[in-house]
């Protein structure tokens, strides 16, 4: 099993950057897909950003070129670099563990609110 701690969410001004953290417990982290989702106030959640266990990622074309993950396998860490930020990216951000074997395996952490103010 997988546990899973988002952090470094918080209240920036349009045009700012933050940094957000997931840190996962596990002792097979490296062997899964990590993906950050976001979800609006009425809205359907959203899949962000994905990096695959050897390093491939995937960004939604709404945030192509200002948001960049990226993985840490030492540290059990999967990170999502957010940079030009817009008020519509406000929601709150969760960090996702997947992997496809016999059975699919889908984890979620808590999420951490991201607010982008005009």
């Known amino acids: 099993q997988v546990q899973l701690v988002e952090s470094g969410g918080g209240l920036v001004q349009a045009g700012g950057s933050l940094r957000l953290s997931c840190a996962a417990s596990?002792?097979?982290?490296?062997?899964?897909?990590m993906g950050w989702y976001r979800q609006a106030p009425g809205k359907q959640r959203e899949l962000v950003a994905s990096i695959t266990s050897g390093g491939s990622t995937n960004t939604a074309d709404s945030v192509k070129g200002r948001f960049t993950i990226s993985r840490d396998n030492a540290k059990n860490t999967v990170y999502l670099q957010m940079n030009s930020l817009k008020p519509e990216d406000t929601a709150v951000y969760y960090c996702?563990?997947?992997?496809?074997?016999?059975?699919?395996?889908?984890?979620w952490g808590q999420g951490t609110q991201v607010t982008v103010s005009s």
């Open positions: 596990g002792r097979i982290f490296s062997a899964y897909t």
């Open positions: 996702n563990a997947n992997m496809r074997t016999y059975l699919i395996y889908d984890y």
